[in-house]
């Protein structure tokens, strides 16, 4: 009964190589996010889909592409891996409206590229 | 300049005693929420409470409490009772009116010792 679940949990890839990371909510949620962990532990927005439709997107290298199937799955693909990219990944969801907006955080996908 | 404020890198507390965790934050927004998530060694983030800028009162949720000046624009945690199992990171955000995301402090970890 996990309620955001992330695949893989642990990533081991080449420079260059494109891989994809895998989220779904089982919350019925509407709104979900990526975010990335770096080193240091700082934790920054790259995405948002609300039912599909992409609403937040940061500063991020187009290498980054996040794909909303539907409103319970939310993917990230990464081409051309850079040693950058190696972080943490949270896939996180939450209800858009109203003011409380608790955002629920996926387990996380640690990525590491050699 | 950065909208949320952890000047505590680390914290040390003793088992059973009480600890507060800065955290200050930068809006010129009236509507916005407050957030503390946890995060343990294991990696997940795990909310732990939330205060809203209309709120009159100081939220608690069993141990924690949030010690919300909004003059001063700060939003301390307050954990009681300290337990081992507390030690971890600590990373207060701020979710502004009409903004999906959530922006992150830099954290701070927590060590709670016997």
């Known amino acids: 009964d996990t309620a955001v679940s992330q695949t893989p949990k642990y990533l081991v890839t080449q420079m260059g190589n494109d891989k994809s990371i895998k989220c779904e909510q089982n919350l019925g949620h509407d709104t979900m996010y990526w975010y990335k962990q770096d080193s240091k532990k700082f934790l920054k927005i790259m995405f948002s889909y609300n039912n599909k439709e992409l609403i937040i997107n940061e500063t991020v290298p187009n290498r980054f592409s996040p794909k909303s199937p539907d409103k319970a799955h939310l993917n990230l693909h990464i081409n051309s891996l850079e040693l950058g990219d190696s972080a943490v990944y949270f896939c996180a969801s939450s209800r858009r409206t109203g003011n409380y907006n608790e955002q629920f955080f996926g387990p996380g996908t640690r990525l590491t590229v050699l | 300049a950065q909208k949320i404020t952890q000047t505590q890198p680390g914290m040390f507390v003793q088992e059973k005693e009480a600890v507060t965790l800065d955290c200050t934050y930068d809006t010129s927004d009236q509507s916005y929420g407050l957030f503390w998530y946890k995060q343990p060694s294991s990696g997940e983030m795990i909310f732990l409470i939330y205060q809203g800028s209309y709120d009159e009162q100081n939220a608690t949720e069993g141990r924690y409490s949030l010690n919300f000046q909004k003059a001063r624009k700060s939003a301390n945690l307050v954990i009681s009772a300290s337990q081992l199992g507390d030690s971890a990171m600590y990373f207060c955000?701020?979710?502004?009116?009409?903004?999906?995301?959530?922006?992150f402090g830099k954290g701070t970890k927590l060590t709670v010792n016997p």
């Open positions: 955000a701020m979710r502004e009116t009409g903004s999906e995301k959530l922006v």
